[in-house]
């Protein structure tokens, strides 16, 4: 079993930066994907963006040119740097890992873009 901790979220104003990040302990020897989702109130979880073991991320469209996945495998850690923040990227975030087809969740961390 995989477990996930998140950190890095917060209050940011728009415009603004945060990066976010996760780490994974537990049976981490079989993680291949891991990666981020987040869910805004009264909305259906989406997928914002995923990093192989070894290769590049995958984006959201709405994520696509200000966001930044990277992976620390030697650390077991996954990190999401999002710049330009809008109100609308409010949500709760949520980190993700694979392993043998089996999906593991963190507990969340709060993203609110306000001013």
């Known amino acids: 079993q995989v477990q996930l901790v998140e950190s890095g979220g917060g209050l940011v104003q728009p415009g603004g930066s945060l990066r976010l990040s996760c780490a994974a302990s537990g049976s981490i020897s079989g993680i291949r994907y891991m990666g981020w989702f987040r869910q805004a109130p009264g909305k259906q979880r989406e997928l914002v963006a995923s990093?192989?073991?070894?290769?590049?991320?995958n984006y959201a469209d709405s994520m696509k040119g200000r966001s930044t996945i990277s992976r620390n495998n030697a650390e077991n850690t996954v990190y999401l740097l999002i710049d330009r923040l809008k109100p609308e990227d409010t949500a709760v975030y949520y980190c993700?890992?694979?392993?043998?087809?089996?999906?593991?969740w963190g507990q969340g961390t709060q993203v609110t873009v306000s001013s």
């Open positions: 990093i192989p073991r070894r290769g590049n991320g």
């Open positions: 993700v890992a694979e392993s043998d087809g089996v999906l593991s």
